[in-house]
């Protein structure tokens, strides 16, 4: 199975306040997980991946933060939020041979 | 650094015409090569894909072919549907384990 799990599907917040996001795979040990961003109109922006328990690679500077606490779990956070972090997330993960990369069904974040 | 560049949108066609969305790339190696499918309000569908240079990758009609003198991965179809109507994403996937999406085109079809 290549199913992904996120959660919340939606999110409303104020400006200046903590996010969690959560994202938790089914299938195959110890896959290469990915937390992208598309913002309105736009496409995808890598912003961390990580290869492993406790291995996080960020992509680009910015206000958020990553953390892969099991095997199968990889969760995005921020400790405070700004207007520009609006967007959608999505979470992915590859396939066993790196191969194909499978997307979650996304969060969407709006910040107020 | 990687790059992939869709021919910019939207593009708006009438039921039944044929429908090409151009894209090309820039990479090390030999990545593979997909386009994705965005239906409103939802995530990313891989829509089909090639890993190597004159693979044919296709699915519901739609087919791209993995050009590698040409860099190109260009998507087509030959007799779109209403509901076709969607963003299209085209990316890559290197050997190390990472995409770079190009920034969608937004197809619509009228019937």
């Known amino acids: 199975s290549q199913t992904i799990h996120q959660w919340p599907a939606t999110l409303v917040q104020p400006v200046g306040s903590p996010l969690s996001l959560e994202c938790t795979v089914e299938?195959?040990?110890?896959?290469?997980l990915y937390w992208y961003r598309q913002a309105a109109g736009r496409g995808l922006q890598l912003l961390f991946y990580?290869?492993?328990?406790?291995?996080i690679s960020s992509e680009v500077p910015q206000n958020l933060s990553a953390s892969r606490p099991q095997d199968r779990q990889f969760i995005l956070s921020s400790k405070k939020l700004l207007l520009s972090d609006s967007g959608f997330y999505l979470c992915a993960r590859n396939s066993g041979n790196q191969e194909t990369q499978y997307f979650g069904p996304g969060t969407r974040l709006l910040v107020l | 650094g990687d790059s992939v560049t869709q021919m910019e949108g939207p593009v708006t066609l009438s039921e039944e015409a044929f429908l090409t969305i151009n894209c090309t790339y820039t990479a090390t190696g030999y990545p593979s090569l997909f386009w994705y499918v965005q239906y409103p309000g939802e995530g990313l569908q891989l829509l089909l894909k090639a890993t190597k240079a004159d693979d044919k990758g296709s699915n519901k009609g739609f087919e791209a072919t993995y050009r590698k003198e040409t860099t190109s991965f260009h998507l087509e179809k030959g007799s779109v549907q209403v509901s076709d109507s969607a963003v299209y994403f085209c990316a890559l996937l290197t050997n190390a384990g990472k995409s770079t999406f190009g920034d969608g085109t937004t197809l619509t079809v009228k019937p």
């Open positions: 990580s290869v492993g328990i406790g291995q």
């Open positions: 299938g195959t040990s110890n896959p290469n």
